[in-house]
């Protein structure tokens, strides 16, 4: 009532101008209240065709800068297709989306009126035109059970004949205000079940999120087309049995209890699909899902991400700059990834860290595998909990560096001085491309660099270039943030966003190499960013490009002589026979 007090004059021509309509319309009868939660409400009793509509309109605290709406007092009652729902709002011809404050309460109530004498007229009923539209969202709000239609797999039901009946699987997850089901698979008219290959690995196993795997049928039929009601699990079985297909296997018994099953029915055009569960239990009951359809943008990829996710890349330090990399990586179109981290997720890490809860106490590049499982369909995780530079044996740390010789591009998302020195000399001995960053403490900025075999000079150079030219400047209020691969990271250097802003443009400057784009969009080989005005930074946003000058990628070893060459392949030729000549011996 808070707006009666304000604006006393308004809610004085309120009521004013409803009283007038009483006196005038002959069909209205009002009660002014105030609600047990403060509001200021109306009760109406409108007569229209003989008979009596009791409604409520509700004045909300920011009238008059929004309407006041208007419901059943009966919470059961439906007056018109233009209402939200049982009991709800109706929807009238002042909204939201076209309120002006001279607009009145009597208004509305002349809106109703309208409104609900022409729908309900009992001779000539007439629909009233909708000028408001309702957005997929809003539309899908009352579903509880959706069924999410893939781009992959709408080609896969629309290339199957007429008529066709295949087996399939699901996959369903319970969400907090929704169960949603998906299906992963589908047979082919030979029986072969195939892979619907956009639905990521996580949904389609039972982990990491909690998905439960189905059984079902699919049927085609141009007897689809008509869409019947369909309301239990006999109905769907006689519909089915009248468009000639056989019915066992839809309505299956095990130990007294139906067994659950996905039934697809689908006609000659796909907006005539429709997706149901016989719900396991006693007795079989059916329940239909709404159908989540894909937008355009899913059904075409890319060239550049189609080129990516030829691209293998190797990610060392998952931690809070990692996590963001890896997961906007597998967003943008990389499908092949080796992780490798050897620390542990713990509650300190979710300041910052890009995933949640849910994975904690889990090895941070095992749970980033896990999470890229649900990001995107198609991605291949290799992951190692091996740390780089520290105290491993030989053995572990060997096969590590093996297994980073043998990706496309290298990203250090560590901060860690020892484990770039392995990796720049890594990149160096295989010609692979190396990224990194850090975060400044505090916050206020930050630094991305890269080394391209032939077009920049070698990491060390960048890194040495990079060391040159802070010496030419004051001193950083705080120093690069050391070891927020895992150990040392301290809470609150940074915030998240901090991290995110550095994370992002490495990202960009991940793909941006990834591609060999030419010309690039990063003409430098390093850029200091600032996010706010400190140090050299003048304002939020200061970006600093940095010309770095130094050797290239060529190794020391290119300079020996081809004489020595031929004689270091003359003795690995005699070693390797003696091995041989060895283990004929041994055999012997």
């Given at each position: 009532m808070k707006w009666a007090i304000d604006d006393p004059a308004r809610f004085l021509r309120e009521r004013a101008e409803l009283d007038r309509l009483e006196a005038e319309a002959g069909w209205l009868s009002t009660a002014w209240r105030i609600a047990e939660n403060g509001s200021i409400t109306v009760d109406l009793d409108m007569t229209i065709h003989g008979r009596v509509f009791a409604g409520r309109m509700t004045y909300p605290d920011t009238f008059p800068d929004s309407p006041p709406y208007i419901c059943p007092r009966d919470t059961s009652e439906r007056w018109s297709g233009h209402q939200y729902g049982d009991g709800g709002p109706l929807c009238l011809q002042w909204r939201a989306d076209n309120w002006h404050p001279d607009v009145t309460g009597a208004d509305m109530v002349r809106s109703t009126y309208e409104l609900l004498s022409t729908e309900q007229h009992p001779e000539l009923p007439n629909a009233v035109p909708s000028a408001h539209r309702l957005t997929t969202g809003q539309d899908m709000r009352g579903a509880g059970r959706r069924f999410v239609a893939t781009a992959e797999l709408l080609p896969i039901l629309a290339a199957l004949p007429l008529p066709s009946r295949v087996r399939l699987t699901s996959a369903t997850v319970y969400n907090a205000d929704a169960v949603v089901m998906f299906v992963t698979k589908v047979a082919d008219t030979q029986d072969v079940m195939r892979d619907v290959a956009d639905v990521p690995e996580g949904i389609a196993t039972s982990l990491p999120l909690f998905s439960l795997s189905g059984d079902g049928l699919m049927f085609r039929s141009d007897a689809f087309d008509q869409r019947q009601t369909i309301e239990s699990a006999e109905t769907l079985v006689r519909v089915l049995t009248e468009a000639g297909f056989a019915t066992d296997g839809v309505l299956v018994q095990e130990a007294g209890k139906y067994r659950a099953r996905t039934i697809v029915l689908l006609g000659t055009a796909l907006p005539s699909l429709r997706v149901f569960l016989i719900n396991s239990g006693e007795q079989p009951e059916l329940l239909e899902h709404r159908i989540v359809w894909p937008s355009l943008s899913d059904f075409r990829l890319s060239e550049e991400a189609q080129q990516l996710a030829k691209v293998r890349v190797g990610i060392v330090g998952l931690g809070s700059m990692g996590s963001k990399i890896a997961v906007s990586l597998a967003r943008s179109g990389v499908r092949r990834f080796l992780m490798v981290d050897d620390d542990y997720l713990t509650p300190g890490n979710m300041v910052r860290h890009?995933?949640?809860?849910?994975?904690?106490?889990?090895?941070?590049?095992?749970?980033?595998?896990?999470?890229?499982?649900?990001?995107?369909?198609?991605?291949?995780?290799?992951?190692?909990?091996?740390?780089?530079?520290?105290?491993?044996?030989?053995?572990?740390?060997?096969?590590?560096?093996?297994?980073?010789?043998?990706?496309?591009?290298?990203?250090?998302?560590?901060?860690?001085?020892?484990?770039?020195?392995?990796?720049?000399?890594?990149?160096?001995?295989?010609?692979?491309?190396?990224?990194?960053?850090?975060?400044?403490?505090?916050?206020?900025?930050?630094?991305?660099?890269?080394?391209?075999?032939g077009r920049d000079p070698n990491p060390l150079a960048v890194r040495d270039a990079y060391h040159t030219y802070l010496a030419t400047l004051p001193d950083a209020p705080f120093k690069n943030v050391a070891g927020y691969d895992g150990t040392e990271e301290q809470p609150l250097i940074a915030y998240d966003s901090a991290v995110g802003f550095v994370a992002t443009a490495l990202t960009r400057l991940v793909i941006d190499t990834a591609l060999s784009r030419d010309p690039s969009e990063f003409p430098y080989s390093l850029y200091l960013l600032g996010m706010r005005r400190e140090w050299i930074f003048e304002a939020p946003f200061d970006t600093r490009p940095i010309a770095v000058q130094g050797h290239g990628w060529e190794r020391d070893g290119d300079a020996v002589n081809e004489k020595a060459r031929i004689a270091v392949v003359e003795e690995l030729l005699k070693m390797h026979a003696g091995g041989r000549d060895a283990d004929a011996d041994s055999a012997a």
């Open positions: 890009e995933l949640s809860w849910a994975y904690m106490g889990t090895h941070k590049a095992r749970a980033v595998r896990d999470a890229l499982s649900l990001t995107a369909a198609g991605v291949r995780v290799d992951t190692r909990t091996t740390r780089l530079a520290g105290q491993e044996s030989a053995l572990t740390a060997a096969a590590a560096l093996k297994d980073l010789s043998n990706c496309d591009l290298l990203v250090d998302a560590t901060a860690n001085p020892e484990v770039f020195l392995l990796l720049a000399a890594l990149a160096k001995r295989q010609r692979t491309p190396l990224c990194w960053g850090e975060i400044f403490a505090g916050g206020y900025g930050g630094m991305i660099a890269r080394a391209r075999p």
